[in-house]
């Protein structure tokens, strides 16, 4: 009799934890509204299958999104055999650059990763049941990207990313917010306390990131970037100010004049326009013209004082949060990170520390991680970029242990 209630009692209690549980997962289900951005994790529409293996489906596409470890020396090999066959049968795209912009760098990842960190593989396919203990369909992939991140660190980032010729011959456009917004949920379900992508991507891919996201979420450049190209500005317009009231007569008589005197009328005439307002240093001007590049997506050329105004109006609103220091180590430089709350500015701000205070953060200062050419830091809120994007419902598979 007392084993009977006692079954009955345990059965009674699962059904309320049971009911519990799905109130919560419906709950979660609805999109945050809050003004913070709290994450929702859609837990029911990402199916775990093992413990580094996550599936979700495409609410719109008969498409799978995939995110996987690099945790086996022959997965690896095979990424990177994919990889070089994409990069070397790459196509134009948007007339703008080739698939191989984004499998170029996804393969230095791959090449270049550090056993200290953690790397994993996010992909769309249409491939229906993909799963863990079967060879990926590599014929169905349609966009691939590399996250790397580091277990309980609060940045994550994603590189890489391409659609596949493919996915650029056969597949849907614009799903790249959509690869970046699983891989961010998918990271937070792994670990909560993440909070940061940071990456240094091209101008295309960042303009996309700051037109899906809201206002806020996108803090484009490094604070010292920033008091760089303010301080120069500064400095120009002092300048301008001093020769405000230098006519053309004294302009030819000056030092400046004299170089020109022997050119033509137009010429000195153009001179003495450029004297009065001068142009940035090229250095500075370099920079003010890529930073806009990743604000401003239209064709039309702008003036310096155009791209200068809209750079400081983002700026204004969305100032960066990122400041990168340099680092004396025993053998080398390196560069520690601070990121400062954007809501909280003058707060101390997080920092990731040298490589030799734990090498958690060591791919931040590994090659394929770092600007080059008209790239520069790009930090995104995690939790917004996670509910940028929802998810369809995910056909159950089996799970592996």
Not at 124 to 135: A, G, K, R, W
Request: overall charge neutral; proline content about 6%.
């Amino acid at each position: 009799m007392h084993l009977y209630l006692f079954l009955y009692s345990l059965l009674l209690l699962t059904a309320f934890l049971s009911s519990t549980t799905n109130l919560l997962a419906s709950a979660a289900a609805e999109p945050s509204s809050s003004a913070s951005g709290a994450f929702d994790l859609h837990a029911q529409h990402i199916q775990k299958i093992n413990s580094g293996f996550y599936v979700a489906q495409m609410p719109d596409h008969d498409l799978r999104l995939v995110m996987a470890p690099v945790n086996h020396p022959y997965s690896s090999r095979s990424w990177i055999g994919y990889m070089e066959g994409q990069t070397r049968m790459a196509i134009l795209v948007n007339r703008k650059g080739t698939t191989a912009d984004g499998s170029c760098h996804f393969l230095r990842v791959l090449k270049e990763s550090s056993g200290s960190n953690s790397t994993w593989i996010a992909y769309i396919t249409s491939d229906p049941n993909p799963h863990p203990e079967q060879c990926v369909n590599f014929d169905a992939i349609k966009m691939f990207v590399t996250v790397t991140s580091n277990t309980g660190v609060l940045i994550t980032s994603h590189m890489g990313i391409a659609a596949s010729v493919n996915g650029a011959e056969n597949g849907p456009r614009g799903l790249s917010v959509d690869l970046h917004s699983f891989a961010a949920k998918v990271m937070l379900m792994m670990n909560p306390n993440c909070k940061y992508m940071v990456n240094a991507p091209v101008a295309a891919m960042a303009q996309i990131l700051i037109k899906a996201l809201p206002e806020g979420s996108v803090f484009v450049g490094t604070r010292d970037l920033k008091d760089s190209v303010l301080n120069t500005i500064k400095q120009r317009d002092q300048i301008i100010k001093e020769r405000e009231h230098i006519s053309f007569a004294d302009f030819i008589a000056s030092k400046e004049g004299q170089q020109t005197k022997e050119q033509t009328k137009e010429s000195l005439e153009q001179a003495y326009a450029s004297f009065k307002e001068p142009g940035l240093p090229s250095n500075v001007s370099f920079l003010t013209n890529t930073i806009f590049s990743f604000l401003d997506p239209s064709k039309e050329l702008k003036s310096p004082s155009q791209i200068i105004e809209r750079l400081l109006k983002y700026w204004e609103k969305t100032p960066p949060v990122l400041s990168v220091v340099k680092v004396k180590c025993p053998w080398h430089y390196d560069k520690s990170f601070e990121i400062y709350d954007p809501e909280h500015p003058t707060a101390p701000p997080f920092t990731t520390g040298p490589v030799a205070d734990g090498d958690t953060y060591t791919w931040l200062n590994s090659g394929p991680f770092l600007p080059a050419g008209n790239t520069i830091y790009v930090v995104v809120d995690l939790r917004k970029l996670a509910n940028a994007k929802h998810l369809g419902k995910l056909k159950a598979q089996p799970t592996s242990n």
